[in-house]
């Protein structure tokens, strides 16, 4: 059982709290999507409703795009897990505007929390027991600035690291098993899509 602290709705009002047109949020489905909607839903959020895996590769998109706004990811263990790849193609294109911010609850949480392969186990003899660390895989991917946050002490230098240190930074923050309400964001894929182009984008 993951020994973690923090707890992922007060944290992620706290990433996303005076959010402004500069800052472009990708949010992974299941409890991300929940978390970033509870911090108060905006236009320039898009909560991914599906398309598991995606997240990383959609904003290092939006990033190389958008070369002036800050693009920040918030996505699961397991949605991160579906995706390593792509943190080998974030650190070959090196976006200086990119933050990821991985919330490991060590759970599949949406589908009814079965352990994903961040979870220590004990699968006899052959088998290490430790957990896939997803901040060390980031790192072996060449993305230079990755750690794992862990404390309460630690959170506010996680925010203004996500918010705006020099990318491409990858974080990965324990955070607790929890039974959480639903928070839901609009549920119409292409209303989130438009909302978002025309907030960034105007009118064409
Ligand atoms: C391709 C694909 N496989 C499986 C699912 C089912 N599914 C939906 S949410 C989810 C778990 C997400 O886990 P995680 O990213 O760790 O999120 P959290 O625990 O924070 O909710 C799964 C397996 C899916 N939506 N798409």
Same mark, same amino acid.
């Given at each position: 059982m993951s020994q973690a602290t923090l707890q992922r709705r007060p944290l992620v009002k706290k990433i996303l709290a005076?959010? @402004? @047109?500069n800052l472009l949020v990708i949010a992974g489905l299941g409890s991300s999507n929940w978390d970033i909607t509870n911090a108060g839903d905006r236009p320039l959020n898009m909560p991914l409703?599906?398309?598991?895996?995606?997240p990383v590769g959609m904003g290092l998109g939006l990033a190389i795009a958008q070369p002036t706004k800050r693009v920040l990811v918030i996505t699961g263990d397991g949605d991160m897990l579906m995706s390593l790849g792509s943190l080998a193609t974030v650190a070959a294109q090196s976006p200086d505007n990119l933050a990821i911010c991985v919330l490991d609850?060590?759970?599949?949480?949406?589908?009814?929390n079965q352990a994903t392969h961040t979870s220590p186990r004990?699968?006899? #003899?052959? @088998?290490?027991?430790?957990?896939?660390d997803l901040a060390m895989i980031a790192k072996g991917c060449g993305i230079a600035d990755c750690s794992t946050v862990t404390e309460k002490a630690e959170v506010s230098q996680l925010v203004k690291d996500l918010r705006g240190?020099?990318? #491409?930074i990858f974080r990965l923050v324990k955070v607790m098993v929890e039974k959480l309400e639903f928070v839901m964001p609009p549920q119409d894929g292409a209303h989130l899509k438009d909302r978002f182009r025309q907030a960034l984008l105007g009118n064409p």
């Open positions: 005076g959010a @402004d @047109d409703w599906g398309a598991m895996g995606a609850n060590e759970k599949f949480g949406e589908t009814g004990n699968n006899g #003899p052959t @088998d290490s027991g430790a957990g896939t240190k020099k990318g #491409p």
